[in-house]
């Protein structure tokens, strides 16, 4: 799923290419996109695109009228831009939407249909989609410690809940997760503050660091390839392969479609997580440390 870094970038190209033009059209290939009907789609058509903004993991085209149109591109929706005569993707497409300069597709890859494209009337009716999670970026530490220890949760899952953090991830949490030194199970509400405070510090470095380098790579031209796993990651996606830290294999625990990805050495002090499945299977024999791994 894009994540804050990527949704940013997104939305500074976008920004870059219709801020000012006229959506001349929206054609919905996917009955399942749109999950709204009030106003009708057809109220966007010749509406001038005010700006672009990201809310959470959405991206939101506000259009004249206080019209916001909202995309949720979940796990496989991507963007694409594309010259006014080109063909979008075949399959994939799930809608269209038309400018004098260019043609934005939106896709989604594989069968499951979970994008969205909600078109909604004020900003308060945008704002009820957002799930109110705080924006890790913008926030000092004392709120982002408050923020993480509102539940007791683990860390794991407290950095990618939408409510309580903002655009924040499966990938980009692995990433955090290690260059904060922490494991994902430790309990929020038992972190010692030095804990906190280096998650505070890892979180906004590395969200920062991506968005700059993923910027860097599109340059002038639309953002392809967007991936949770790249190459230069430290762990997430690297199971079995060395930690660029300290050399030993990155681990997983794999858990519904996700996979949490980890450096026993660097995270855990060398104990290795068990998930549930693996750990009623294997029992005793499951390896306890990386020596006895």
Known sequence: MPELPDIVVYCESLEARIAGQVLANIRIVSPFLLRTFDPPLTAAHGKRVLGV??????????????????????????????????????????????????????????????????????????????????????????????????????????????????????????????????????????????????????????????????????????PEGVTAFRPEMAVHGKFGQPCPDCGARVQRIVYAENECNYCARCQTGGRLLADRSLSKLLHDSWPRTLDDL
Not at 85 to 97: D, E, H, L, R, W
Not at 203 to 214: D, G, H, N
Request: aromatic share 6%; charged share 25%; net charge positive.
């Open 53 to 222: 903004r990201r809310l959470g993991k959405r991206i939101v085209l506000a259009l004249e009228d206080d019209l916001h149109l909202v995309l949720h591109l979940m796990i496989a929706g991507r963007l694409r831009w594309l010259k006014p005569a080109a063909k979008p993707p075949g399959k994939i497409t799930q809608a269209v939407f038309e400018f004098a300069d260019g043609v934005l597709a939106f896709t989604e890859a594989g069968s499951k249909r979970r994008a969205s494209m909600h078109l909604v009337r004020g900003e308060a009716a945008m704002r009820a989609l957002h799930r109110g999670g705080l924006e890790p970026l913008d926030c000092t530490a004392m709120e982002f410690a408050a923020q993480l220890r509102r539940e007791n949760r683990t860390v794991k899952r407290a950095l990618t809940d939408p409510a309580i953090f903002s655009g924040i991830g499966n990938s980009y949490s692995d990433e955090i997760l290690h260059r904060a030194r922490l494991s994902p199970f430790a309990l929020t509400q038992k972190m010692p503050d030095d804990e906190v405070a280096r998650l505070h510090a890892a979180t906004q470095s590395v969200l920062t660091e991506w968005t700059a380098r993923l910027r860097a790579e599109a340059g002038a031209d639309f």
